[in-house]
C-alpha cells in the first residue's frame, strides 16, 4: 500500500535536511549549502536529485566512500587550465568551489577548462550552468557517473555506465539564460527511484530488466530482482545518446583523472563524479554584440512558432525549472511516504531524529 505524501514549505525542508546532515558529521555551513542545493533541485522540479538523495549520502558517509567537510584541492593551476581533486566531498561543496575558480579564471584570462575529480555526487549539473551564466559565462560540462552501472549500451542487454549527464549554458542579454540540462539515459536514475516510490509505472522504451527484455516497471533499476541482478536503463536516442554517454564517460572519467567504470557492480551506496567543465568569456571573445544580438533573435524566431495540438506555447531550457520553481515555492514540495520514510529511516541511522 502506498504510503501517504507529505507537503513542507522550501524552508522548512531546509531545515529538516540540514540537521539531519549535521547529525551525520557535517559543519553546520556545510550542512545548510548542501540542503539549499538539494531542495532547489525540487523546486525545480527534478525531485530525482533533490532530498531523495539524502537517504543514499548518508548511507555513503556511514560506508566511508562520502568524507564531509571536504574541499576541492588543486592539483594543477596553469592560467587557462586547472585541475582539482574532489577527494570524494559532496559534490554540492567542491563542485562550487571548482565552478568559483573556474568562473574567476575565465573572466580574467576570456576561457577556463576545468577538470574536476572524485567529487561525492555532484547533484543537478544545472546549477553550476547557472552559477556560470548568472556571472556572463558560457558553459559547458561533461559529467561521469562511477557507482553500479545503470545504463545499457546501445545495442547492449545490461547496464555498464551511468547516466552521465552533459549540460550547457548560455546567457541571454536581459533575458533568462539557456540552461540545456539532460542525463544520457532516456530518464535519470533518480526519476525511477520516485516512480519506484511512488507505485507508478513508467513510459515503454525506457527500461530493460535483469534477462534484458522491456519493461515498464522502474523497481527493475531500484531494487535486486529474484535473481539477485538489475535491469537497465535505455540511452535516449539510440546510438546518438549512447555516442553522447562514451563521450562524457571519456571527458568527464577519463581525461579529468576521475576513473571510468569497468568492473563488475557492487553494492556500495557512493556516487562518484568527474566533470569536465569548459568556461567562456564572451566579451573577451570579439563577438559579444553579435552574439547577443543574434542569440535573442533565434530565440525569439523559436517562439513565434504557432504551439503544437496539446501545446500552450514553445519554451527553451531552463523555463521549465524556472515555472516549477515559482510553482513549488508557493504551493510547497510534496514529498512521496516511501521517500519521507527513507529519510526518517537515515536520521535514525546518525542518531537524529527527524520531526514529523
Request: aromatic share 6%.
Given at each position: 500500500?502506498?504510503?501517504?505524501?507529505?507537503?513542507?514549505?522550501?524552508?522548512?525542508?531546509?531545515?529538516?535536511?540540514?540537521?539531519?546532515?549535521?547529525?551525520?558529521?557535517?559543519?553546520?555551513?556545510?550542512?545548510?549549502?548542501?540542503?539549499?542545493?538539494?531542495?532547489?533541485?525540487?523546486?525545480?522540479?527534478?525531485?530525482?536529485?533533490?532530498?531523495?538523495?539524502?537517504?543514499?549520502?548518508?548511507?555513503?558517509?556511514?560506508?566511508?566512500?562520502?568524507?564531509?567537510?571536504?574541499?576541492?584541492?588543486?592539483?594543477?593551476?596553469?592560467?587557462?587550465?586547472?585541475?582539482?581533486?574532489?577527494?570524494?566531498?559532496?559534490?554540492?561543496?567542491?563542485?562550487?568551489?571548482?565552478?568559483?575558480?573556474?568562473?574567476?579564471?575565465?573572466?580574467?584570462?576570456?576561457?577556463?577548462?576545468?577538470?574536476?575529480?572524485?567529487?561525492?555526487?555532484?547533484?543537478?549539473?544545472?546549477?553550476?550552468?547557472?552559477?556560470?551564466?548568472?556571472?556572463?559565462?558560457?558553459?559547458?560540462?561533461?559529467?561521469?557517473?562511477?557507482?553500479?552501472?545503470?545504463?545499457?549500451?546501445?545495442?547492449?542487454?545490461?547496464?555498464?555506465?551511468?547516466?552521465?549527464?552533459?549540460?550547457?549554458?548560455?546567457?541571454?542579454?536581459?533575458?533568462?539564460?539557456?540552461?540545456?540540462?539532460?542525463?544520457?539515459?532516456?530518464?535519470?536514475?533518480?526519476?525511477?527511484?520516485?516512480?519506484?516510490?511512488?507505485?507508478?509505472?513508467?513510459?515503454?522504451?525506457?527500461?530493460?530488466?535483469?534477462?534484458?527484455?522491456?519493461?515498464?516497471?522502474?523497481?527493475?533499476?531500484?531494487?535486486?530482482?529474484?535473481?539477485?541482478?538489475?535491469?537497465?536503463?535505455?540511452?535516449?536516442?539510440?546510438?546518438?545518446?549512447?555516442?553522447?554517454?562514451?563521450?562524457?564517460?571519456?571527458?568527464?572519467?577519463?581525461?579529468?583523472?576521475?576513473?571510468?567504470?569497468?568492473?563488475?557492480?557492487?553494492?556500495?551506496?557512493?556516487?562518484?563524479?568527474?566533470?569536465?567543465?569548459?568556461?567562456?568569456?564572451?566579451?573577451?571573445?570579439?563577438?559579444?554584440?553579435?552574439?547577443?544580438?543574434?542569440?535573442?533573435?533565434?530565440?525569439?524566431?523559436?517562439?513565434?512558432?504557432?504551439?503544437?495540438?496539446?501545446?500552450?506555447?514553445?519554451?527553451?531550457?531552463?523555463?521549465?525549472?524556472?515555472?516549477?520553481?515559482?510553482?513549488?515555492?508557493?504551493?510547497?514540495?510534496?514529498?512521496?511516504?516511501?521517500?519521507?520514510?527513507?529519510?526518517?529511516?537515515?536520521?535514525?541511522?546518525?542518531?537524529?531524529l527527524v520531526p514529523a
Amino acid at each position: 500500500m502506498t504510503k501517504p505524501s507529505k507537503t513542507l514549505q522550501a524552508a522548512d525542508l531546509r531545515a529538516k535536511v540540514a540537521a539531519l546532515l549535521t547529525a551525520a558529521g557535517s559543519t553546520a555551513t556545510e550542512a545548510v549549502r548542501v540542503a539549499d542545493n538539494l531542495v532547489y533541485a525540487n523546486l525545480s522540479g527534478h525531485d530525482s536529485h533533490g532530498v531523495g538523495m539524502v537517504p543514499r549520502y548518508i548511507d555513503a558517509v556511514l560506508e566511508g566512500g562520502l568524507n564531509p567537510n571536504a574541499s576541492a584541492k588543486v592539483l594543477l593551476d596553469a592560467g587557462s587550465m586547472i585541475s582539482l581533486d574532489g577527494q570524494r566531498g559532496y559534490g554540492q561543496i567542491v563542485g562550487e568551489e571548482a565552478m568559483q575558480l573556474g568562473m574567476d579564471r575565465a573572466k580574467d584570462t576570456g576561457s577556463c577548462i576545468l577538470a574536476l575529480a572524485n567529487a561525492h555526487h555532484l547533484g543537478r549539473i544545472g546549477h553550476f550552468a547557472e552559477m556560470a551564466v548568472a556571472r556572463g559565462l558560457v558553459s559547458i560540462h561533461f559529467v561521469n557517473v562511477q557507482s553500479r552501472p545503470v545504463v545499457a549500451p546501445f545495442a547492449g542487454g545490461d547496464g555498464r555506465y551511468g547516466t552521465n549527464p552533459c549540460c550547457i549554458g548560455v546567457p541571454l542579454a536581459g533575458r533568462d539564460p539557456f540552461v540545456l540540462d539532460f542525463a544520457t539515459s532516456r530518464v535519470a536514475q533518480g526519476k525511477m527511484r520516485v516512480a519506484h516510490n511512488e507505485g507508478r509505472q513508467v513510459e515503454a522504451g525506457y527500461l530493460i530488466d535483469e534477462q534484458g527484455r522491456p519493461t515498464t516497471d522502474p523497481g527493475v533499476v531500484v531494487v535486486p530482482q529474484a535473481n539477485g541482478l538489475f535491469g537497465a536503463l535505455m540511452a535516449f536516442g539510440e546510438h546518438k545518446g549512447y555516442g553522447m554517454a562514451v563521450a562524457c564517460e571519456l571527458l568527464g572519467g577519463a581525461l579529468t583523472g576521475s576513473g571510468t567504470w569497468h568492473r563488475p557492480a557492487d553494492s556500495a551506496r557512493s556516487v562518484i563524479n568527474g566533470m569536465l567543465t569548459i568556461l567562456i568569456d564572451p566579451s573577451k571573445l570579439g563577438t559579444r554584440a553579435s552574439f547577443e544580438s543574434e542569440a535573442l533573435a533565434f530565440v525569439d524566431w523559436l517562439r513565434q512558432s504557432p504551439p503544437a495540438p496539446g501545446a500552450d506555447k514553445v519554451r527553451i531550457a531552463g523555463e521549465p525549472e524556472r515555472e516549477a520553481r515559482a510553482r513549488r515555492e508557493a504551493a510547497g514540495i510534496e514529498i512521496d511516504g516511501t521517500t519521507w520514510g527513507e529519510i526518517v529511516e537515515a536520521g535514525r541511522k546518525v542518531g537524529h531524529l527527524v520531526p514529523a
